[in-house]
């Protein structure tokens, strides 16, 4: 019970974090609201933040020299806060909702750096693994509210969609309130953490890239699939979407039952579930084969998630383990930013109907798969990092 405030402060801070993505549910009324400005300059309001992010990833590290992480986390906050909350006053200015957007999209790398680190600094052993598992469940229920309120905000106006930032008040109390106040230099002083596993480091890297291109593919091509085969509209695709948010979230919040069955080889379980459904909607063309290519995505993400924030303590030990998240974290997002260009590669060689694509990410899935438990079939765990859980 001691350990309950930090995990609500915790999980409320990755409720909000991904709601720089809320203006995607508002593109037709934004850019209607600048008709003198070229469609893609409008359109970086959603691009721009990916890209900040991974400035505020390979920032924190460095920042980690003179601030705690319960400074930088409440700091990231307030800054998140005045973004979203100046995109809503000054939406008539392209430039200065353009200016809003890298400040909002630094902030939410930064917090996305931190908050596996608050998990790894606050918990230990399964509990650690139910906490992750918990708090990746909350990034994905998060974004599901945070869609269904905005979507009902820019019924009445486009920019009302930042209005949602006003929630992001509610984690900053929490983290101010509960977060340990011991600054990260002092933790450092106190215990032997100077160790660092290349091997691992690359693995996951390597497994957080591969995983982040073929999940983003749901993303470019759900839409593809349900209205270009006369499957749906938009409202439909939006709900299998929401549908698999929640399916995530529900999958991550039992995390630590699942990785006590699969051990190491459950990001060969996340490859294995993504890419068998993907095989199978891209086989069967229907309502069913999307809702399967969308289950497969989702259920892999539930796993992936909460696993690749466990793997950053199986890489390195306390003094290195913000430098290695960082990494780590910017390789995967490129990986979401690469997605797309992966896609189009392969459909030089098998054809751009959605099909096609699903059914090639979903042989590649399984290829990472059996990659993924190849490379698991030795001990993971550095020595140190096992010693470390064990006291």
């Not at 409320?12 to 203006?23: H, S, T």
């Not at 913000?322 to 459909?347: D, H, K, R």
């Given at each position: 019970m001691?350990?309950?405030?930090?995990?609500v402060?915790i999980?409320?801070?990755?409720?909000?974090n991904?709601?720089?993505?809320?203006?995607s549910?508002a593109?037709?009324?934004?850019?209607?609201?600048?008709?003198d400005q070229?469609?893609?300059?409008?359109?970086?309001?959603?691009?721009?933040?990916?890209?900040?992010?991974?400035?505020?990833?390979?920032?924190?590290?460095?920042?980690?020299?003179?601030?705690?992480?319960?400074?930088?986390s409440?700091t990231?906050?307030?800054?998140?806060?005045?973004?979203?909350?100046?995109?809503?006053?000054?939406?008539?200015?392209l430039?200065?909702?353009?200016?809003?957007?890298?400040?909002?999209?630094?902030a939410?790398?930064?917090?996305?750096a931190?908050y596996?680190l608050?998990v790894?600094?606050?918990?230990?052993?399964?509990e650690?693994?139910q906490?992750?598992g918990?708090?990746?469940?909350?990034?994905q229920?998060?974004?599901?509210?945070?869609?269904?309120?905005?979507?009902?905000?820019?019924r009445?106006?486009?920019?009302?969609?930042?209005?949602?930032?006003?929630?992001?008040?509610?984690?900053?109390?929490?983290?101010v309130?509960?977060?340990?106040?011991?600054?990260?230099?002092e933790?450092?002083r106190q215990?032997?953490?100077?160790?660092?596993?290349?091997?691992?480091?690359?693995?996951?890297?390597?497994?957080?890239?591969?995983?982040?291109?073929?999940?983003?593919?749901?993303?470019?091509?759900?839409?593809?699939?349900?209205?270009g085969?006369?499957?749906?509209?938009?409202?439909?695709?939006?709900?299998?979407?929401?549908?698999?948010?929640?399916?995530?979230?529900?999958?991550?919040?039992?995390?630590?039952?699942f990785?006590?069955?699969?051990g190491?080889?459950?990001?060969?379980?996340?490859?294995?579930?993504?890419g068998?459904?993907?095989?199978?909607?891209?086989?069967?063309?229907?309502?069913?084969?999307?809702?399967?290519?969308?289950?497969g995505?989702?259920?892999?993400?539930?796993?992936?998630s909460?696993?690749?924030?466990?793997?950053?303590?199986?890489?390195?030990g306390?003094r290195r383990l913000?430098?290695?998240t960082?990494?780590?974290?910017t390789?995967?997002?490129?990986?979401?930013?690469?997605?797309?260009?992966?896609?189009?590669?392969?459909?030089?060689?098998?054809?751009?109907?959605?099909?096609d694509?699903?059914?090639?990410?979903?042989m590649?899935?399984?290829?990472?798969?059996?990659?993924?438990?190849?490379?698991?079939?030795r001990?993971g765990?550095?020595?140190?990092?096992?010693?470390?859980?064990k006291?």
């Amino acid at each position: 019970m001691k350990h309950t405030p930090l995990k609500v402060a915790i999980s409320a801070i990755c409720f909000v974090n991904l709601l720089y993505m809320i203006p995607s549910v508002a593109v037709s009324g934004m850019v209607a609201a600048f008709p003198d400005q070229p469609q893609n300059k409008v359109l970086l309001l959603l691009t721009l933040p990916n890209l900040t992010g991974i400035a505020g990833i390979v920032a924190e590290p460095w920042l980690e020299r003179w601030f705690s992480r319960r400074t930088l986390s409440i700091t990231a906050l307030a800054v998140f806060f005045a973004s979203g909350l100046a995109s809503f006053v000054l939406r008539e200015n392209l430039p200065a909702l353009i200016a809003a957007s890298v400040i909002m999209g630094a902030a939410y790398g930064m917090q996305a750096a931190l908050y596996p680190l608050l998990v790894n600094d606050g918990f230990q052993g399964e509990e650690r693994s139910q906490v992750m598992g918990l708090v990746s469940g909350m990034l994905q229920l998060g974004r599901v509210a945070a869609t269904l309120v905005g979507g009902m905000l820019a019924r009445r106006g486009w920019y009302n969609v930042y209005l949602c930032f006003l929630a992001v008040l509610i984690p900053l109390v929490l983290a101010v309130l509960f977060l340990p106040r011991q600054s990260h230099s002092e933790q450092l002083r106190q215990q032997d953490g100077d160790w660092f596993s290349f091997s691992e480091t690359v693995r996951l890297a390597v497994e957080g890239f591969a995983f982040a291109a073929l999940f983003f593919m749901v993303n470019t091509h759900l839409s593809l699939y349900v209205e270009g085969y006369g499957l749906g509209d938009t409202a439909l695709t939006g709900l299998i979407s929401a549908l698999g948010c929640v399916l995530a979230g529900l999958i991550s919040t039992g995390f630590a039952w699942f990785e006590r069955r699969t051990g190491r080889f459950t990001m060969t379980w996340a490859f294995g579930i993504l890419g068998v459904l993907y095989l199978a909607g891209g086989l069967w063309i229907s309502l069913p084969g999307a809702v399967l290519c969308v289950a497969g995505a989702f259920l892999g993400m539930g796993l992936f998630s909460p696993n690749l924030m466990l793997g950053f303590s199986r890489c390195a030990g306390p003094r290195r383990l913000a430098a290695v998240t960082a990494m780590v974290l910017t390789v995967v997002n490129v990986g979401y930013f690469a997605s797309p260009y992966i896609t189009g590669f392969l459909a030089g060689f098998v054809g751009e109907s959605p099909a096609d694509v699903f059914r090639v990410a979903g042989m590649l899935g399984l290829v990472c798969a059996v990659g993924s438990a190849v490379t698991s079939c030795r001990p993971g765990v550095s020595l140190p990092a096992a010693e470390k859980e064990k006291g």
